[in-house]
């Protein structure tokens, strides 16, 4: 079992431009939370992804959009980047309805926004 | 809206020392506090706690969660440069259906001296 992947590891994109950064849910598992780390905080909340629709979402703007596939991978799109975009972008995955403890986390993508 | 508070901050001790590390939580619907150690991308689960006065224990690591004064700690004892890395506390945020987000920490900084 690969766990929770994410790709690419690392991206370094320019003020303005769109990025796209992707998810493939442990084995068994059918949703996907997203989380932004900014350096020295802790995770926070985007959105969450199941059935292809997005279910919850956090206090993040709209440039912040989503999409999960009928395999249940998931893709994060950030729009018109700032410089305050720059974080660790952590994928977790858990079966539906879920006990907290059952979120599995991938290895992130560090984003850095020059 | 949820909120959670580590200290310290940061913490630098030598091989074999005992730590200890907070995590206290303002939360509307509290139903378990969870433990992850995050040592360079990915958090790891390391306990859920629900019950206060009840600890959990896993090898040199052990939790406690005191509900009426909404606070939890993890100690280690005997410390190890492997446990050299980023502790978070999250409480999940129960929806109206579906899986619960996560608010985390800021996380405490560990670093163990040899």
């Known amino acids: 079992d690969?766990?929770?992947t994410q790709s690419p590891t690392h991206l370094i994109k320019t003020r303005g431009q769109q990025?796209?950064?992707r998810c493939s849910p442990k084995s068994g598992h059918d949703t996907v939370s997203w989380y932004q780390q900014a350096l020295g905080q802790g995770p926070q909340f985007i959105f969450q992804y199941y059935e292809e629709e997005e279910r919850q979402r956090g206090n993040f703007p709209d440039r912040f959009s989503g999409h999960q596939f009928p395999n249940y991978s998931s893709e994060l799109n950030v729009n018109a980047l700032l410089l305050g975009d720059s974080a660790l972008y952590l994928?977790?995955?858990s079966p539906w309805a879920a006990g907290p403890y059952e979120q599995?986390?991938?290895?992130?993508?560090r984003l850095t926004v020059t | 809206e949820d909120k959670v508070v580590q200290s310290p901050l940061?913490?630098?001790v030598h091989e074999g020392d005992t730590v200890t590390l907070n995590c206290s939580y303002e939360v509307t619907n509290f139903r378990s506090l969870l433990w992850y150690k995050q040592e360079k991308k990915a958090p790891t689960f390391l306990f859920m706690l629900t019950s206060s006065g009840?600890?959990?224990k896993s090898g040199r690591l052990s939790s406690i969660l005191d509900k009426k004064e909404l606070f939890s700690i993890l100690n280690i004892t005997a410390t190890q440069t492997g446990d050299s890395a980023v502790y978070l506390c999250a409480?999940?945020?129960p929806p109206n259906?579906?899986?619960e987000k996560l608010t985390f920490g800021t996380g405490t900084r560990l670093t163990i001296i040899p």
């Open chain 1, 19 to 21: 990025v796209t950064l």
């Open chain 2, 91 to 93: 409480v999940p945020d």
């Open chain 2, 54 to 56: 009840i600890e959990k």
């Open chain 2, 10 to 12: 940061s913490l630098v």
């Open chain 1, 104 to 109: 599995y986390f991938g290895p992130g993508t």
């Open chain 2, 97 to 99: 259906f579906g899986n």
């Open chain 1, 91 to 93: 994928c977790a995955s």
């Open chain 1, 2 to 4: 690969a766990g929770v």
